[in-house]
């Protein structure tokens, strides 16, 4: 069974920065990028950035625009997300997945092989 493992949660004050990892657990897979979500308490998971291995290209939700950056190595899909510039509002567990679809997924049913999420916790 594949699943992702993220690592590098944590609790920063506001201001600070982390840099999360996602690294494959299980057999080899294709797939066509990999994606960062963020699910806060009680709201619904959302779209945090994203890259396509066919150009390297990336996507991100417009909040963390300029703040967040997205790596990845399609050949053992892995990816990186380089969180600079924190808010309190930026709390949340964080999710990395495969993305199945081509383009510039956003939609949680585009991405499968889903991790057990890494806490982020941002204190004013």
């Known amino acids: 069974q594949v699943r992702m493992v993220e690592s590098g949660g944590g609790s920063v004050q506001a201001g600070g920065s982390l840099r999360l990892s996602c690294a494959p657990s299980g057999r080899t897979f294709s797939r066509y990028g990999m994606g960062w979500f963020r699910q806060a308490p009680y709201k619904e998971r959302e779209f945090v950035a994203g890259?396509?291995?066919?150009?390297?290209?990336?996507h991100y939700a417009d909040a963390v625009k300029g703040r967040f950056t997205i790596s990845g190595r399609s050949a053992n899909n892995t990816a990186w997300l380089q969180m600079n510039s924190l808010r309190p509002e930026d709390t949340g567990v964080y999710y990395c997945?495969?993305?199945?679809?081509?383009?510039?997924?956003?939609?949680?049913?585009?991405?499968?092989?889903w991790g057990q999420g890494t806490q982020v916790t941002v204190s004013s």
């Open positions: 890259i396509t291995w066919n150009d390297g290209s990336t």
């Open positions: 997945a495969a993305a199945w679809t081509t383009g510039w997924p956003r939609r949680t049913q585009e991405y499968d092989y």
